[in-house]
């Protein structure tokens, strides 16, 4: 392979800046449109009243009467983030990354009940994804999820487009992406006063336990 020329390493580096510079503003535009209507573009979801959607769930399983108690009516939240999201980024380009949020949204909503779940990106420009389960246990939940090995994982083969260089076509190639997960059980039965921060932070924590066996994991912790 021969060395390229100071001519073609100062095209090359033209045409990354200008790349570069047309991200800028493509993503500035993107923010623009996050703004106006509370969708995210590359995911179609939600992302302007993410915490709106929350405080719903709770709300709406939030036991009213001593009927409502004996029948536990059940809630909880799920946060969940890609597994090796920023090697995938640096391998193959933000068009892969890409492609796996996108691909990410889609498996989430086949993977809930849209009558009684939702599915929600919790960062603009991140990895991450929250999802709500009304009428649904962290254990129900955890079952859903289960593998032959009686883990909770969630995972699916994705075909992710990159070029090899700024001047090469397009390939694709087939990886196998995992998620990892923190679950809150929301069960206001047994603590009413459970607001939605508290649920967060719980969901939060338990994802970066899960991270580490790259499962999903039921938050443990007990409100005192």
Not at 122 to 151: N, P, Q
Request: hydrophobic content about 35%.
């Amino acid at each position: 392979m021969r060395a390229m020329t100071k001519a073609e390493l100062r095209t090359e580096l033209e045409t990354t800046l200008q790349e570069v510079e047309n991200l800028g503003r493509e993503n500035e535009k993107l923010k623009e449109e996050i703004e106006k209507t509370g969708v995210d573009p590359l995911t179609n979801l939600n992302t302007g009243r993410r915490m709106e959607v929350v405080d719903r769930i709770l709300y709406a399983y939030r036991p009213q009467s001593l009927r409502d108690q004996r029948e536990k009516p059940a809630a909880c939240i799920m946060i969940v983030d890609v597994n090796g999201f920023k090697k995938i980024n640096d391998t193959y380009g933000y068009l892969a990354a890409d492609e796996i949020l996108r691909q990410v949204a889609i498996y989430l909503k086949i993977k809930t009940r849209p009558e009684h779940d939702e599915v929600l990106r919790w960062h603009d420009r991140g990895d991450e994804f929250l999802v709500t389960f009304g009428g649904s246990t962290a254990e129900d939940v955890l079952f859903r999820f289960r593998d032959l090995e009686g883990k909770a994982k969630l995972s699916f083969p994705a075909e992710l487009p990159y070029r090899e260089s700024v001047d090469e076509p397009l390939h694709t190639k087939e990886v196998e992406v995992t998620l990892s997960g923190g679950i809150a059980d929301c069960d206001l039965t047994k603590d009413p006063t459970l607001c939605r921060n508290e649920a967060i932070e719980m969901a939060e924590r338990a994802l970066h336990k899960g991270k580490a066996l790259g499962e999903i994991i039921l938050s443990e912790e007990r409100r005192t």
